[in-house]
């Protein structure tokens, strides 16, 4: 074997050794970005789905609170008139607004007896 030839199979065995280094290493950098790729892929859509979950919590716990709220002041509403009804009764002649306010609840044609 001459030198030449010696020195082209050398150089033929280093070039296809480092192309294949450079092929094994393309294939592992194509398999760690797409591991990457799937793993961004994983954690979007777990974003999306904790913002969809939140949303609905908050619209559902807003609602309770609405509820909460309006039934508060019916109740808030209906002890300010009981209240005020309740002072009415301890008033100046207090006691005959009760009475006349009990027509509503007795019939017209029944008689009523009232103990002093």
Known sequence: MSKSSYK???FYNKNSTSSALKKKQQKQEKFISSVFLIIKICFSLLA???LVKLGY???LRLT???????????EKYRFNILSSRFD????AEGEQRF????DQMISRDIIRVIWR
């Not at 309770?64 to 019916?74: A, G, P, T, V």
């Open 64 to 74: 309770r609170l609405r509820e909460i709220k309006d039934s508060f002041s019916y």
């Open 88 to 91: 009415d009764l301890f008033s």
């Open 99 to 102: 009475m006349k306010d009990q």
């Open 8 to 10: 082209n199979s050398i």
């Open 48 to 50: 999306l789905i904790s």
């Open 57 to 59: 919590n908050s619209k």
